[in-house]
Nanobody, 127 residues
């Protein structure tokens, strides 16, 4: 079992930045691919970013490419999402998720391929 806890969310003005953290417990994360997803009110959960076990492969949704960066520190059992140039449309609850597999494959954007989820952290971007 893996328990995931997100932190770092909050209220920020448009153009600002936040850094989300996802701390894992229960087992080391070094063998798990990780992802960040978000869900806005009335919308489906959508893919934001993903990273393989080593941090050598990353993927991003087109809507955040160039603004968000996913990274991980396996020694600290933590995954990060640096969010810059935030926009009001980035407002959502952000979730981190872990896979049992160390690699991402072709379905890294699908929530169904992740096995463990955190409770989420709210990010609100004001205009």
């Amino acid at each position: 079992q893996v328990q995931l806890v997100e932190s770092g969310g909050g209220l920020v003005q448009s153009g600002g930045f936040l850094r989300l953290s996802c701390a894992a417990s229960g087992r080391p994360l070094r063998s798990n691919a990780m992802g960040w997803f978000r869900q806005a009110p009335g919308k489906e959960r959508e893919f934001v970013a993903a990273i393989n076990w080593a941090g050598s492969a990353t993927y991003y949704a087109d809507s955040v490419k160039g603004r968000f960066t996913i990274s991980r520190d396996n020694a600290k059992n933590t995954v990060y999402l640096q969010m810059n140039s935030l926009k009001p449309e980035d407002t959502a609850v952000y979730y981190c998720a872990a896979r049992l597999s160390p690699n991402l494959g072709t379905a890294y954007y699908s929530p169904a391929t992740y096995n463990y989820w955190g409770q989420g952290t709210q990010v609100t971007v004001s205009s």
